[in-house]
């Protein structure tokens, strides 16, 4: 039995469907990064300024401010940089547009050059890039040559309101938390409960990506803690008793 691949027919007429998990990689690692800056920012302002004894009030402006200036932040932040790739991705296809219309048979071997490269033999991978170029000349050379796919392109917006988006729910938590907790406790309470999402973020980051679930949750929660340590004892050290 021949099995032919995404979404194709295959055995008895059943589709075969394939799920992977790249198509994510852009909304994801903005989602994630967003989120635990949320949660790491936010809790380690507020373990910070708690433990320089300020009083709930003072705690919980500063938690708020740093909310929304992490997000605004995060987002002009996102926004520039992903625009600066999608730049380079526009200004790399009108390079090879250009190329393909001033010498169609250079660009027809060098793309069957790739294709040897990757193993076909030579007769067969000229036939692969004719077919290829007679189909999207353009679409193949972004693809096999440039690395460039409808997947992975840079989106600058999305990048941007996503970032936005999850620091602002990641800041809100450890917010929260300090909300219902009285200034002599927020530093252990929102230590402790920041490190508990850190962990759920982690787990939920492995799941969506395919990643470890141990080395994600590790990874976010260690060094959550260690700003955390390191916010605490600047603001016991700088802090004054009222």
Do not use: C
């Amino acid at each position: 039995m021949v099995v032919q691949r995404e979404g194709r027919l295959h055995g008895h007429g059943a589709r075969h469907q394939e799920q992977h998990r790249t198509s994510r990689v852009g909304w994801l690692r903005a989602a994630v990064l967003g989120a635990n800056d949320g949660i790491v920012s936010t809790a380690s302002l507020l373990v910070g300024v708690a433990a320089a004894e300020a009083d709930h009030g003072a705690i919980m402006l500063s938690g708020a401010a740093g909310l929304v200036a992490g997000a605004m932040s995060m987002a002009a932040g996102e926004y520039v940089s992903v625009s600066s790739q999608a730049d380079t991705e526009r200004a790399d296809l009108a390079r090879e547009r250009q190329e393909l219309a001033d010498d169609a048979a250079a660009e027809l071997a060098e793309l069957t050059g790739i294709y040897v490269h990757r193993g076909l033999d030579p007769k067969l991978a000229h036939e692969v890039a004719l077919q290829l170029t007679s189909h999207d000349a353009l679409g193949a050379h972004a693809r096999d040559e440039l690395g460039i796919t409808e997947a992975l392109a840079a989106r600058p917006v999305q990048a941007a309101l996503a970032s936005a988006a999850m620091f602002s729910i990641g800041a809100g938590l450890p917010l929260v938390t300090a909300s219902v907790l009285p200034a002599n406790r927020i530093v252990v309470g929102v230590s402790l409960t920041s490190l508990l999402f850190l962990g759920v973020l982690g787990g939920v980051s492995a799941q969506a990506g395919g990643a470890k679930l141990r080395t994600a949750i590790l990874r976010v929660t260690v060094w959550g803690a260690l700003a955390m340590a390191a916010t605490a004892l600047i603001g016991t050290l700088l802090g004054v008793s009222p």
